[in-house]
């Protein structure tokens, strides 16, 4: 099992990886539908591959462009499709090219007729350098004429009439490189659709050689896998995976991780599945052939049939997998005691995952199996292709491969993949990286307002380059004219009021903004200057405000101390305690040398509220706000809540409540003893407002009095309300 987790390690080995397989269905063209399927690795785009014809391999063919589409039924294929009245644009050389960073791979194939004169005994060669190898084709029809052979459209080989055998062959004792190439025999009369072709692929090096001086020594390549020259890594048949292709896939199963499958009736019938070199073509594992149409004969299996069971130990043989061993034995015979070894899977594979651009990246593989995983045996795939190896591996009962990417970077987003494989098998999985750019504010930051020692600042940070949500908003600044560090403070709103800052002092600002994860911080925005004002004079003493009318306001201060070389004004700011922001303040300008403005054109009974500063050249500081009513329009309610408490035989506390805002200017206490005529009663008059209560005294014992309370302004008296009884107490005695 493969877990998927993030951690510290280091950067390994770096190379390129492309998985490329082309199907030839019918290779063998007569009157039926052929075509040519090529298959990427699933999770690579199908725009990666294309198919095309060899003109290089067979240059008399059919020329017309085809007509390449996509495979529905795969994630990642491109096939081609001749219907049987297309029979004669088929004959020919074709490749599947597959692009990959700056690799390229391509994989080749042919088609020829079925009416050819001659048949090879195999779509493709593979030699070793140095081996003996014979090209052999089988004689199909006989004519009285001249048998000709050529080697890349190039005449090579001629036989007489009367002596062509029924296997043509060109054999080469110690075969090299440059003896590679695609090999064609007909009579001297035939033509491209009575033409046989084989194509002949040597290794580079020595047999169980590779490396660039072919000094490595290849693995053990099983089930007629062979050692590419160039990595040391084993291609494995069709049907087979593996390090060194000893697992099995099954019927009708092919790829890598076995997971591809044919998917028509018949299964891999009638498949040629062709490689990269120094593979070349073969039948699925379990059919042979030319056209990969006949079963292995009993106790034979694999691609092409070419392998031997030799089961030991019970083991019954399957022309698919090779042995099926009994209970407790395992192995290509069923040699070996024990049980079995175990694939690797993948699973909890973290999908997706999301960083920020710059940050590192820290996956790392943990996989199990039988045997574990060694380190070369794992691969971190990046979304271009690029392989990394691990660094370091630490094993116990699993293993863990270890890898880092330093700087994740924005073209690193797309389909990453882990992968681990072994001689039991290999295991891939793909998982989606998302690199998103940190955001960075378009527009410098804009100056609101400012004063002496403070300055408003609006972030200005709505429109911003790279990704986001935006998480966090900084603002970062610092004086301008002299070497100080950067501070910061965080933002919660649209602007930052930054206080306690040096008068007449010019600072720097600039936003730096965040998005969600590790290194989602991203570089500040365009910087801008602002200055804090002079020190300005500070609000006049003695300020005061009281009404004047319904429609005006008296406010007044203490005479200013002028300086005859000073411009010296008085700044007026009034606005409506109950002004919803529909209306802006009213500012008014006086000169230096007055006291008092009247301030006028205003509402009856509504409460407003004035600051003032002194301005010179510079701004000065206002004043806290003074708060004030206009005259009352209308008389005022009467006073309501009226209360009695700590009632005695003589006394009692009256408290009410005045409605605010009427320019009440006294409350009228009157009261009586019940039944007593209106001449007996007492009013008493309380021109402070601000009093919410009074203590009547010299009352008489146990006895009830009736009491009214008014409220009066510069309108007159408020309308009589209810009556109220107090009753005092009996006399103490």
């Known amino acids: 099992v493969i877990f998927f987790h993030w951690m510290l390690f280091s950067l390994g080995k770096v190379e390129a990886a492309l998985d490329l397989i082309l199907i030839n269905s019918f290779p063998l063209v007569g009157n039926s539908e052929t075509s040519l399927i090529c298959i990427n690795s699933k999770w690579r785009s199908r725009e990666s591959i294309t198919i095309d014809r060899d003109q290089e391999d067979v240059t008399n063919q059919h020329r017309e462009p085809l007509e390449v589409n996509e495979d529905s039924k795969r994630a990642a294929a491109k096939t081609v499709v001749w219907k049987r009245e297309q029979a004669r644009e088929t004959i020919g050389a074709y490749y599947c090219e597959g692009k990959l960073k700056d690799e390229v791979t391509r994989i080749h194939t042919m088609k020829m007729p079925l009416q050819a004169s001659f048949y090879p005994v195999a779509l493709t060669v593979t030699a070793n350098k140095g081996e003996h190898v014979n090209i052999s084709f089988i004689r199909m029809a006989s004519k009285e004429e001249d048998a000709v052979i050529y080697k890349n459209g190039s005449f090579i080989h001629s036989v007489p009439r009367h002596e062509v055998p029924g296997e043509l062959e060109v054999s080469y004792p110690q075969v090299q490189p440059h003896d590679a190439g695609v090999y064609s ?3 001297i009369g035939g033509n491209l659709f009575t033409t046989a072709y084989t194509r002949l692929i040597v290794r580079r090096c020595e047999a169980q050689k590779w490396g660039p001086s072919c000094s490595s020594h290849c693995p053990s390549c099983t089930n007629n896998g062979i050692c590419h020259e160039d990595t040391g890594e084993c291609i494995c048949p069709p049907g087979f995976m593996g390090k060194t292709c000893e697992k099995a896939c099954g019927a009708n199963m092919f790829g890598k991780t076995c997971e591809e499958s044919c998917k028509d009736n018949y299964g891999c019938r ?3 599945f062709c490689l990269p070199d120094p593979y070349g073509c073969s039948c699925a594992t379990g059919w042979m052939g030319l056209e990969c149409d006949k079963e292995c004969k009993p106790g034979f299996y694999g691609s092409d049939c070419k392998l031997k069971c030799n089961c030991h130990n019970r083991g019954t043989c399957d022309r698919f997998k090779g042995c099926i061993c009994s209970f407790g034995w395992h192995g290509l015979q069923c040699e070996k005691e024990g049980s079995a070894d175990l694939s690797p899977q993948i699973e909890n594979l973290l999908d997706p995952v999301e960083l920020n651009s710059g940050a590192e990246f820290k996956p790392f593989c943990i996989a199990t199996g039988k045997p574990l995983p060694k380190s070369e045996e794992f691969r971190l795939l990046k979304q271009d292709g690029t392989v990394l190896r691990p660094a370091r591996i630490s094993t116990s009962n699993r293993s863990e491969a270890m890898f880092t990417i330093n700087r994740i970077q924005p ?18 999985k793909p998982f989606q990286v998302t690199v998103k750019v940190p955001p960075v504010p378009q527009y410098p930051p804009r100056l609101t307002d400012s004063g002496h020692n403070f300055l408003i600042i609006n972030i200005n940070a709505e429109l911003h380059l790279g990704d986001g949500p935006v998480v966090s908003t900084k603002l970062l600044y610092k004086p301008a004219k002299r070497y100080q560090s950067w501070m910061s403070v965080e933002v919660k709103g649209a602007t930052k009021r930054l206080d306690n800052l040096e ?11 965040s998005r969600q994860g590790e290194g ?13 004002a002079a020190l300005g004079l500070p609000p006049p003493e003695g300020l005061t405000l009281f009404p004047k009318s319904m429609t005006s306001l008296n406010l007044s201060w203490h005479p200013l101390t002028l300086r005859t070389e000073d411009d010296i004004r008085v700044e007026v700011e009034r606005k409506s305690v109950n002004d919803n922001g529909d209306e802006s303040s009213v500012i008014t300008q006086v000169p230096g040398n007055m006291s008092t403005l009247i301030i006028k054109d205003l509402e ?10 002194v301005n010179t050249r510079s701004q000065g500081e206002w004043s806290n706000y003074l708060y004030a009513w206009t005259f009352s329009d209308r008389i005022p309610p009467a006073p309501y809540n009226i209360r009695f408490s700590n009632t005695t035989d003589t006394s009692s506390v009256i408290s009410w409540t005045a409605a605010e805002g009427h ?17 007996n009663h007492i009013d008493i008059i309380i021109k402070n407002t601000s009093i919410t209560q009074y203590h009547l005294k010299g009352l008489e014992p146990n006895t009830v009095y009736q009491v009214q309370i008014n409220a009066q302004n510069n309108i007159g008296l408020s309308n009589p309300n209810t009556s109220f009884e107090l009753k005092t107490l009996p006399e103490t005695k």
Request: with cysteine; hydrophobic share 30%.
């Open 503 to 513: 008068p007449k002092t010019e600072y720097q600002f600039c936003v730096q903004l």
């Open 270 to 272: 009638n498949y040629m």
């Open 604 to 613: 009856p009974r509504q409460q407003y509220m004035c600051r003032v500063r």
């Open 411 to 428: 073209r690193d987003t797309g389909t990453w993949v882990c992968s681990v494989q072994t001689v039991a098998g290999m295991a891939e």
């Open 520 to 532: 989602g911080e991203g570089h500040p925005g365009p910087q801008a200057s602002f200055t804090t």
């Open 663 to 679: 320019s009440i200017s006294s409350i009228i206490i009157s009261y009586k003893i019940y039944g007593k005529t209106e001449y």
């Open 185 to 187: 025999a007909r009579y």
